[in-house]
């Protein structure tokens, strides 16, 4: 079946310190990656996506991330965590079934501290 | 400010009543779609459409129904509402389906089944 991955249920980091939020994918055929971020009580809001080119794709608010395919990975990274960036990050991959169905990780709560 | 509009924020039910979700955009997307979201599962679709007049059943249909008269408007309604359809609901929308755009999405639906 086609799916992301998100091992970590939480990610703790202090502010100024890299983060990395992992995601891994299974898809047939050439993936298509998104990473969105939800703040509490709102949608879901588009990060950045991989579709094809630079393996480094680079974001809003500072945020990255690495396609990575002999890993199958996609993970998302910041060189310097804000205490605002705590949210609940979501990856997910496209597949083709006919029409844009996005697949989405079960999530990673991502707490930055002071 | 353009985006899409969810009604009601947040709404407790007794079982067996119908409900009905509305989500309007203003971005003159094509394609919307309807999600809920449940701890630990990430986001799931219920519903889609690729374009006014036409619907599709996602991963999670069956208690569901959705109509699309037009561009702008996509309600989601629970026929007959129970307990396991509590849930934060999503609407999202794209230009359209099949594309690489990402999909925009409203603040959500608390829906609580008694």
């Known amino acids: 079946a086609q799916s992301v991955a998100q091992p970590e249920d939480q990610v703790n980091v202090a502010e100024g310190n890299p983060l990395t939020v992992k995601c891994t994918y299974s898809v047939s055929g050439n993936p298509y990656l998104f990473w969105y971020v939800q703040y509490p009580n709102r949608g879901l809001q588009f990060l950045l996506k991989?579709?094809?080119?630079?393996?480094l794709v680079k974001g809003s608010y500072g945020f990255e991330a690495e396609f990575n395919k002999s890993q199958t990975s996609f993970h998302l990274k910041k060189p310097s965590a804000l205490v605002s960036d705590s949210a609940l990050y979501f990856c997910a991959v496209r597949v083709n079934t006919g029409f844009q169905k996005l697949v989405f990780g079960t999530g990673t709560r991502l707490l930055v501290s002071p | 400010i353009a985006g899409i509009t969810q009604a009601p924020t947040s709404q407790i039910l007794a079982a067996g009543r119908r409900m009905t979700l509305r989500c309007t955009q203003d971005m003159r997307h094509n394609a919307m779609y309807w999600y809920r979201q449940d701890l630990g599962l990430g986001l799931r679709l219920i519903h889609y459409?690729?374009?006014?007049?036409?619907?599709g059943k996602g991963e999670v249909p069956d208690g569901y129904s959705v109509s699309r008269a037009n561009t702008d408007d996509f309600p989601l309604t629970l026929a007959s509402a129970v307990p396991s359809q509590t849930s934060v609901y999503f609407c999202?929308?794209?230009?359209?389906?099949?594309?690489?755009?990402?999909?925009?999405f409203g603040d959500g639906t608390r829906l609580s089944i008694l």
């Open positions: 999202a929308s794209s230009e359209q389906t099949g594309s690489n755009q990402p999909q925009h």
């Open positions: 991989y579709i094809t080119g630079d393996n």
């Open positions: 459409s690729n374009t006014a007049g036409t619907t």
